[in-house]
């Protein structure tokens, strides 16, 4: 009985979270698509860190293939937007799975010096690369006819996916195999754990994941530049949004998220600060909340949550 | 007697040191096996030779007629050869059930459904099911032990290698373990090889030991005949009440 | 028993009340920002102007005056104008300048740009300091449907996202640069040889640097001793230093970081290289630039500069000539003034007349005033419908975008500048050779290195 009026509850959020755009104002949509986008991607990146123990640096790298890739395929090769997005998540996946095999046999801060490096790398042909502006950038000029209200929707759909995958995965039998990596690779492997294989298909699924959020972070900003699409700034906000709320929870990046997204808009007029404040608030939650701001709620209302919650 | 294990000339070198000197032996089927030695004889090196925690330098590990050295672990896990650590290595954030699950789901490639059922059954036969729910970190050490007994019992194997499982208990729970060790292999037919420090806690349970020094084999044989070996005395000069 | 379940009851209508508590939140703070931000009665209470400006990060530099130039147009105008005045209202309505931080980031300058838009909403945006600025800050104006002045930015890099239905841009033009210095050249006659030393680093500026000066130095009859496209920090230089000494090559040009120009020139130094005339684009831009290069060794270097104060501008909001800009700046802030100075008060100039002649803050109606402008400003003549000079024409012909969208921009024509010892400052430029601008006076007449 329980799960049935859980479930309710939940229709009754997604119910009012697809009518808001119908309502509430061109501002707040701008913030709740930004919204979305990091809490879909610090979802999948925090249950990747805690859970697996794969801690990405490199997770722009699917920003920006994500966002390149539609840019591309819908402006030089006409094929529908949509089907580009598409297109782009499964070339970010196929990605995930090339870069797999250097990477993930490497292990805890050599991966993620790893992935970073990737990136770096990456970053750097896209400068050179004249066919996507190389150093110029790319206008995504098919988008401008995109409004906010469209652009909603595939945002609030990718949290909602990743909020789910991230419940199924930490359930399924590949999410004991990642949680029993992450506690001790040697022993999961010991026991019968194919360590590669299981690691490579949550890198997998959290890159296709992150490069749709690219694609869509495309469509909505219209503007692509090698250094700010392969930036590490992206991952630094993933790890941040995931963290603040808690890192390994399923709530947590939700309200980690919202606080991102409210940080940025109200830091953003004190001319010059807006970084340091940021930094500042960030640094403060963590040394006060070292578990996160969603651990300290639930905790202190004793509620006692099954894990991922 | 069916063969189980073979080893072939086994050969480790770290650096300049020899941690398994050019060893061979057989365990048959059903066998329960002590590996007894001196503190850095090259026990556990052995174990890690032959679940693919490491590669030999030479020599071959036969398991069941099928030569497995250079396979990876969790292939090895599979085929059948499970093992548990000197000091216990449980998923400390998982529950006492999910560690043992984990042996089910993959060692013995179960659903979620089934491993759930069988991890609980392998729980009771350690004794552990009334804390099936407690974070592993919670438990104490002679728990972890029976746990990481109850984790690699769930991975269905045919050879269970178990590292020192009695360092760290009390005398009532060590006739406990040895007497859970002896029904290891005649309830559930599982080819057990042991490693003790303590070599008359073997006694009456196993039915050979290889003694290793110095990464070489210098003994093997009833528990009586090594007991009273020189060469077995020799090695463990210095430490003799280790004999008992 | 109670224990097995997942989560005790408790815990569940706990959870209840959070969910139901988040929902209507959700709903409350959806519904009264909504009701607010549609509310907009009578004649609005200012005119706002947003301005997306790279305050922190790797643009900063050029950022520097924004906040000041800001604050001394909005003071002016309401204190001393009353506001601009809008027909439509038939009243004075005040200005207000919204300024936020990109942070230097393309992907943060097209948030904010967003969100002035959709929050504050401005009635028209500037977007000033390079492609990594200027492009996604216009992209989200086209997408919005906001009037935006561009500036500040290399034309063609932005004309990569046109057409343009809501941006307009006074910029430089890249083919300028290698012509102006390859006039430069010639003027100096039989005094110094047709041989060119060259240099460019390894990115887009750099190499697009790089493809003009080809082009231009075939068509004139020099003969290139190309060192290549070098990566940023190199640390020795001596090699392509040597070629050129041995060739003989009376001049050095190219298009680097000036970190790397300090480099390359100290090793010039040291080696014995000793060209008469050296021109770099990019590298000798701003004055804390060149005093970085250390030494004596600045004297005499040859830059470009769009705007000094030296030019015969003056403001059409406040009456100020250029050197009276210079003057206030440098007695605000005790900095050098630098060449970006000019344009970050033109573009105000700018969407303040279109505004006016708006006389509404209709979008539309601002956009097609902005169309229509022609304005002196500060920084020169600002008018789109403008045709291009026939030499204009002829440089810009290979490049499609710059013919096709002339509409949409105007060109800033750079001059020939030499850095020299100064009076008030380490290093002061001196405008040697004023092109195609002949109102501009040359302040110094140019001298050779050796």
Known sequence: MELKSRYIYI???????????????????????????????????????????????????????????????????????????????????????????????????????????????????????????????????????????????????????????????????????????????????????????????????????????????????????????????????????????????????????????????????????????????VLAILIALPQGVWSAISRKLKLNLKPPL | MIGMLEVIGLTKRFGALTAVKNVSFKISEKEIVGLIGPNGSGKTTLFNLISGFYKPDSGKVMFRDHEISGLPQHKICKMGIARTYQIPRPFLEMSVLENVMI???????????????????????????????????????????MLEIARALATKPKLLLLDEPLSGLNPKEVAQARELIRRIRDDFGVTVFWIEHIMRALRGVVERVIVLNYGEKIAEGSFEVVSSSSKVIEAYLGEKWVIG | MDMKMPISAAAITKMHAIIMAVVIIIAAVGASASYYLTLRPGAPEYIKIGWPAPLTGTLAGFAETTPWMAQQVEDYVNNKLGGIYLSEYGKKIPIKIIIRDTKSDPDLAATIAAELITKDNVDIMLALYSPAMTNPISAQCEKYGVPCIVSQTILLSWLMGAPYEWSYAIGLAEPDFAILFFDLFDSMGDKVNKKVAMINADDPDGRGFSESIKIVAKARGYTLIDAGLVPYGAADYSSYIYNWKSSGADILTGNMLFVDFATLWRQCNELGYKPKIVAMSRALLFPSWVEAIGGELPNGLIGYTWWSPFHPYKSSITGQTASQLVEAWEAHSGKQWTPVLGLTHAVLEVAIDAVKRAGSLDKTKIRDALAETNLNTIAGPVNFKAPLTPQQQARYRPFENLMKYKDHYVVVSPVAIQWVKGSKWPWEMQVIYNWESPEIPETAKMFLLS
């Open chain 1, 11 to 281: 229709v009754i959020l997604l119910a009012v979270l697809t009518s808001l755009p119908l309502w509430v104002g061109g501002f707040l949509r701008d913030a709740l698509i930004l919204f979305f986008l990091y809490l879909a991607a610090a979802e999948v990146w925090g249950f990747m860190a805690k859970h697996a123990g794969i801690v990405s640096l490199g997770q722009q790298i699917f920003i920006g293939v994500g966002g390149y890739t539609t840019a591309v395929l819908s402006m030089y090769f006409g094929i529908p937007m949509y089907a580009s997005v598409i297109i782009s998540g499964l070339l970010g996946a196929g990605l995930a799975g090339l870069l797999s095999f250097p990477l993930l046999r490497l292990r805890g801060v050599y991966f993620a010096i790893g992935t970073f490096l990737a990136a770096e790398v990456i970053r750097l042909a896209f400068s050179g690369w004249e066919f996507v502006g190389a150093g110029k950038g790319l206008i995504f000029r098919d988008a401008y006819g995109i409004p906010t209200t469209i652009i909603y929707y595939p945002a609030l759909a990718l949290a909602v996916i990743s909020i789910f995958l991230v419940y199924l995965l930490y359930h399924s039998k590949l999410g004991f195999g990642l949680r029993s990596i992450g506690a001790d690779e040697d022993v999961a492997c010991g026991l019968g754990v194919n360590t590669f294989v299981c690691k490579a298909t949550c890198f997998i699924l959290a890159s296709l994941i992150t490069t749709l959020v690219g694609a869509v972070n495309v469509i909505h900003h219209t503007y692509l530049h090698p250094t700010s699409a392969f930036s590490i700034s992206w991952t630094v906000n993933f790890l941040f949004v995931a963290v603040i709320g808690g890192v390994g929870t399923i709530v947590g990046p939700i309200i980690g998220s919202a606080l991102f997204v409210a940080f940025g808009y109200l830091f953003a007029q004190y001319l010059g600060l807006s970084l340091l404040l940021e930094g500042l608030i």
């Open chain 2, 103 to 145: 042996g089910a789901l993959y060692g013995a490639d179960e659903s979620l459904g089934k491993s759930r059922s069988h991890a609980l059954e392998c729980l009771k036969f350690v004794g552990l099911e009334k804390k099936k729910d407690v974070p592993a970190h919670n438990l104490n050490v002679s728990e972890r032990k």
